[in-house]
């Protein structure tokens, strides 16, 4: 495994630190000017600390939070003396992006807001609050940001047939950008689906439809999928449906009332991923919104 690419690194290899200076694996020896992230400013391996350090540790190194530790309080009582403010709490974490985090929830929990004002270029941390007040966007995920869309799509149908056209989403969106030669831009591609269906009448009360859906982007492989599907006495539907080196699923559907359907369906995945997960099952309710007399009495099988 290779560490992650986050920034790139100085050429230099630090051994050994005391004071004001470091050591690096060649032997070199740095005033060092470089003041830490406003963490531990007390100079490298300061006796008192590294000493206070190996106890603990020798002691106990970690344990959950939900027990009583009575170091912290007096943590608390000793910086609430040194700092002159003995009645504020105290809430311990782990980075300053955890700290930022809760000061920036803290603040809209207070007032009730939801807009924050940063400088330009600023940067608070990488966890999520934190990056969505930057406006740096490589370091910005998307998650639970809101793109809108647009889409459009066509659909013709007669008795026994139907062929639809769709594209669900016509702005590509872009949400990171490739910087320094780092391909870092994720994207929403335009997706293109074609999808047709044909009824057949076996009998008076079963009837037989075979349908496609193709999905298709740029970019990705062309997923192609085939459905066998009966409808016994328009009411109970049972199907088959196979998505090309990728899953096979089935469905059932029964009708519970007037323009009424519910059903179950199961996604049996076949390609690689099928290693890590145990198919998908859905549950669902189909109501025929805009259903007319006509449909009601012969409803259509699509
Ligand atoms: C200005 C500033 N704010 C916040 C942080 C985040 O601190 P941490 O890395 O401890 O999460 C850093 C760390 O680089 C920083 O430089």
Redesign the pocket.
């Known amino acids: 495994m290779n560490l992650f690419d986050v920034y790139p690194l100085y050429d230099v290899s630090p051994v050994k630190a005391n004071d004001v200076f470091i050591t690096d694996n060649k032997g070199n020896k740095y005033l060092d000017f470089y003041g830490g ?3 531990v400013s007390i100079g490298h391996s300061n006796p008192h600390y590294v000493s206070k350090l190996k106890e603990q540790l020798d002691a106990i190194g970690f344990y959950s939070n939900a027990v009583q530790n009575p170091l912290q309080i007096e943590l608390a009582k000793k910086l609430g003396e040194l700092s002159g403010y003995k009645e504020y709490n105290l809430f311990l974490c ?7 985090e809760n000061a920036l929830k803290l603040a809209s929990f207070y007032n009730g807001k939801k807009r924050v004002i940063t400088f330009d270029n ?6 999520s609050l ?1 990056v969505s007040v930057t406006d740096n966007q490589k370091i910005n995920a998307p998650i639970n940001s809101t793109n809108p869309n647009l889409g459009a799509g066509a659909f013709y149908y007669t008795e026994n047939f139907y062929v639809g056209l769709s594209f669900p989403n016509m702005l590509e969106v872009s949400h990171l950008k490739t910087q320094n030669g780092k391909i870092s831009n994720v994207s929403e591609k335009m997706h293109y689906f074609v999808t047709s269906g044909y009824v057949f009448d076996l009998t008076g009360n079963l009837k037989f439809k075979p349908s496609t859906m193709i999905k298709a982007v740029s970019g990705a492989p062309l997923s192609i999928d085939v459905s066998a599907n009966f409808l016994f006495n328009e009411k109970v539907e049972i199907g088959a449906s196979y998505r090309l080196d990728d899953s096979v699923s089935g469905l059932v559907t029964f009708q519970i009332a007037r323009g009424f359907r519910m059903g179950y369906a199961y996604d049996y995945t076949i390609s690689n991923l099928g290693d890590y997960n145990d198919g998908s099952h859905e549950a669902f309710l189909l109501w025929d919104i805009f259903s007319t007399e006509k449909n009601i009495k012969s409803p259509r099988f699509f």
């Open positions: 992230h406003g963490v782990n980075s300053g992006a955890e700290a930022n600023s940067f608070h941390g990488r966890t934190a």
